[in-house]
């Protein structure tokens, strides 16, 4: 079994930062793949960035520009560097990591608002 657990989300105003942090643990052998989706009220879950073991990053376009995921120093942790924030960024961000399956975190609560 392999966990999942993020942290440092929070309140921001618009325009501001935030960064959010996930580590894997447990039964790892080789994870793949470690990324965030996020999930608005009313709204379907959505991918929003994601890295592979060999460092290729993916974004989605609404977030391009202003979000940078990267790799931890410590194995199999990621970060999410949120900039220029915006109200429309307000969602639960879930982290996930892929070892022959998908394993997700509980969610963090980010919330742009002024």
């Known amino acids: 079994q392999v966990e999942v657990v993020e942290s440092g989300g929070g309140l921001v105003q618009p325009g501001g930062s935030l960064r959010l942090s996930c580590a894997a643990s447990g039964s790892i052998f080789v994870i793949n793949v470690m990324g965030w989706f996020r999930q608005a009220p009313g709204k379907q879950r959505e991918l929003v960035a994601r890295i592979t073991s060999g460092g290729t990053t993916n974004y989605a376009d609404s977030v391009k520009g202003r979000f940078t995921i990267s790799r931890g120093n410590a194995k199999n942790t990621v970060y999410l560097q949120m900039n220029t924030l915006e109200p429309e960024d307000t969602a639960v961000y879930y982290c996930?990591?892929?070892?022959?399956?998908?394993?997700w975190g509980q969610g963090t609560q980010v919330t742009v608002s002024s």
């Open positions: 996930y990591a892929e070892q022959s399956r998908r394993y």
